[in-house]
C-alpha cells in the first residue's frame, strides 16, 4: 500500500489508479471516513481513462494516528506534500463535505499549476456554525452534542449518523442500503476517536471565507437540497457569491451523502464539469 | 458602593461549598449570600442519601430565573461570583444587566462555546447516559478525586467528598452543553458589569482552554473584561490549599472594578 511520509512524520495513505499521463483527479473524503468513499466515483473516472487519487486524511482509515494535526492548516498541508510527491499538474479536486473544506484551503495555498479546477459537494464551506456574521449556521450546540455523541460511544454513534441523516435513510419512502451504513461504519472505525473529536472542530469552525475568494480555477458546487449534515442554504449558494468562477447546482431533495446514494444522478454532472462542457440545470 | 457579594455554586454542589468564602469575605465587611440552587439546600450527607427527584425539573432557564428573583430580594446590586455551572450563570446574570461586577470561576460550557475533548470526558457519567436528562446522578468518589479534586491532596479527598458533594440533575448538562443552555450571551454586549473570568491550568472538568475561548468571546463586550489564569489549580481551586489567594483576588478586582463607583473601603479583619 502506498503512503508518502509528511515532515512531521505522518504517513499519509493513498490510492493512485489509472494512467500516469491521465488527466489526474484527487478525492477529498469527508468526516470521519476514508478514501473508501469514493469508490462510485473512483471506478466512473477509471473506467473512462483518468488518473484517480485518493488520499485517507490524517487521523482517518488507514493514515497515521497522530496526536495533533487536526486543522484545516496541516490537512492542507498534506495534501501538498502528497501532490508535491507524485508532481501533479492541472489535476481537479474534488471534496465532500469536509472535504470540500480542506478542498478550498488548499487549492487557495497551491503551487501554481497544479490544480486546474476543483468541486464541492455538499460541503462546509464557507463557515457552518453559527456566529453573528454568520446568522443562518448551526449553533455550537449542534457539534457539541456530536462531540458528546462521540466520546459517549463512537462506535454507536457511527450507526446512528448513516442510518439516519447522512444518506436521508430517515426520510419517508427511502430505499436503505444497509451495505452503505456499515460501509460507513467500518471506515469511520478504521479512523482514530481523537482525530474525529478534533476534526468536527476544524470543520464547523473554519471560515473558509478567503480561501473561496482567492481561488481563481472555475469550481462547480454541488450539493443536495435534502442535506441534513451541511444544511444547504447556509453553504453552497453562499460559497459560489465567493467564488471568482463558480457554477451552482442544486440536486432538489438529495441527501448529504448523495455520492454514493446518487451516483448515476451526481457524476454525470462532476464528468461534464471535468471535461469543460455545459452542467445540466447549473447556474 | 456594593457591599453585597452574592455567591453561586455550581453542579455537585451547593452552597455549603462557599462556606469558607462567605467567612472571609464577611470578615472584609461584606454581606454574603449563597443562596443553593431550586432543591439543593441542606446538609450535603443527606441529600446524597435520599436525592431529590424534583431536580429533574431544573435546567440552566429555570435556576439563572431563580438566581434573578434572589437578586430582586437584596437591597442593593451585588457583585456576582459563580464557580462552573454558576460561572455560567453568572454571565448570564451579567448578560440581563444585573450585578455591578462579575467573576466567573473555571466556567462550564456557556452557550456559544465548543467543548473541549477534556471537558467532553468529564462529563461522560452524565452525558454517555442518553436516559440521564431525566435522572438525577450522584459522583462516584473516584470520579471526585481523579477528575474533580485533582488539586487536592488524597489525604483530604474524603472529608471533602463528604462535607460538599451533592447528587446533581442530568437536566444541567444537557441543557447546558447541547440544548442552548440558558440562552444565547450578548458577547458584544454594551451595557453589561465588568466580567473577570479565572481558569485552572489542572481544571479537568472546565479546561483552561475553554475559559480562553470565553473570555475571547466576552472581550468584544464594551466593559472591562480580564482573563485569570491559576496554572497549578484544578476545578477544586475553590477549595483546594490556596482558595484563599483565589477568593482575595476575585474579590478585589471584583471590588476595584464594580459598577457604580468602586467599594471605598475594604475593612480587613484586624
Known amino acids: 500500500m502506498p503512503f508518502i511520509t509528511t515532515t512531521d512524520g505522518t504517513e499519509i495513505f493513498y490510492k493512485d489508479w489509472g494512467p500516469r499521463e491521465g488527466q489526474a483527479i484527487v478525492f477529498h473524503h469527508g468526516w470521519p471516513l476514508s478514501a473508501d468513499d469514493w469508490d462510485s466515483q473512483m471506478l466512473f473516472f477509471l473506467a473512462r481513462g483518468y488518473r484517480v487519487i485518493a488520499h485517507d486524511r490524517r487521523g482517518h482509515g488507514r493514515s497515521s494516528q497522530t496526536i495533533s494535526g487536526h486543522e484545516m492548516d496541516t490537512y492542507a498541508a498534506d495534501v501538498a506534500a502528497l501532490t508535491d510527491t507524485l508532481n501533479l499538474k492541472g489535476a481537479v479536486h474534488i471534496g465532500h463535505s469536509t472535504g470540500g473544506g480542506e478542498v478550498a484551503h488548499y487549492v487557495a495555498r497551491a503551487k501554481p499549476g497544479r490544480v486546474s479546477k476543483a468541486v464541492l459537494v455538499g460541503a462546509v464551506p464557507p463557515i457552518m456554525v453559527k456566529s453573528d456574521a454568520n446568522p443562518a449556521g448551526l449553533p455550537i450546540e449542534v457539534f457539541n452534542g456530536l462531540r458528546a455523541a462521540l466520546v459517549a460511544n463512537r462506535a454507536q454513534f457511527y450507526i446512528d449518523l448513516p442510518t439516519g441523516p447522512f444518506y436521508g435513510f430517515n426520510r419517508p419512502g427511502a430505499k436503505v442500503s444497509q451495505g452503505l451504513i456499515d460501509n460507513w461504519w467500518r471506515q469511520g472505525m478504521m479512523g482514530a476517536a481523537n482525530a474525529h473529536y478534533e476534526c468536527i472542530k476544524a470543520f464547523s469552525e473554519t471560515d473558509f471565507t478567503e480561501d473561496l475568494k482567492k481561488i481563481d480555477v472555475p469550481v462547480f458546487v454541488s450539493h443536495g437540497t435534502d442535506d441534513q449534515i451541511v444544511p444547504y442554504a447556509d453553504s453552497a449558494p453562499l460559497s459560489v457569491r465567493l467564488l471568482k468562477q463558480g457554477t451552482l447546482k442544486a440536486y432538489p431533495g438529495l441527501p448529504h451523502g448523495m455520492l454514493s446514494t446518487h451516483p448515476d444522478i451526481v457524476n454525470p454532472d462532476l464528468l461534464a464539469f471535468v471535461e469543460g462542457k455545459k452542467i445540466e440545470g447549473a447556474d | ?270
Open chain 2, 1 to 270: 458602593m456594593t457591599k453585597t457579594i452574592m455567591l453561586i455554586h455550581g453542579a455537585w454542589l451547593n452552597a455549603k461549598g462557599w462556606e469558607n468564602w462567605k467567612a472571609r469575605y464577611e470578615a472584609k465587611g461584606f454581606n454574603v449570600v449563597a443562596p443553593d440552587w431550586p432543591h439543593d439546600d441542606g446538609e450535603p450527607a443527606e441529600l446524597r442519601a435520599n436525592p431529590r427527584k424534583a431536580l429533574t425539573k431544573f435546567g440552566p432557564k429555570e435556576i439563572v430565573a431563580h438566581y434573578e428573583r434572589e437578586i430582586a430580594k437584596l437591597p442593593e446590586a451585588p457583585i456576582l461570583i459563580g464557580h462552573s455551572a454558576g460561572g455560567v450563570f453568572v454571565q448570564h446574570l451579567l448578560d440581563k444587566g444585573l450585578g455591578v461586577a462579575g467573576v466567573a470561576i473555571d466556567p462550564a460550557p456557556t452557550p456559544g462555546i465548543g467543548i473541549p475533548l477534556t471537558a467532553a470526558i468529564s462529563a461522560l457519567p452524565v452525558l454517555g447516559d442518553p436516559f440521564s436528562g431525566a435522572k438525577v446522578v450522584s459522583m462516584t468518589k473516584k470520579f471526585f478525586a481523579e477528575r474533580f479534586a485533582n488539586g487536592l491532596p488524597r489525604d483530604m479527598v474524603d472529608e471533602h467528598f463528604n462535607r460538599y458533594i451533592v447528587p446533581t440533575a442530568g437536566k444541567i448538562y444537557w441543557d447546558g452543553v447541547v440544548s442552548g443552555g440558558a440562552g444565547p450571551i450578548t458577547w458584544n454586549s454594551k451595557t453589561r458589569a465588568p466580567l473577570l473570568l479565572i481558569g485552572g491550568g489542572l481544571d479537568l472538568i472546565a479546561p483552561a482552554s475553554m475559559t480562553k475561548a470565553m473570555y475571547n468571546k466576552q472581550k468584544r463586550a464594551a466593559s472591562k473584561t480580564e482573563y485569570k489564569l491559576y496554572a497549578d489549580r484544578s476545578h477544586w481551586t475553590c477549595a483546594e490549599p490556596g482558595w484563599e489567594q483565589v477568593a482575595d483576588f476575585a474579590l478585589d478586582w471584583a471590588a476595584a472594578n464594580a459598577r457604580a463607583g468602586n467599594v471605598s473601603s475594604i475593612h480587613r479583619a484586624a
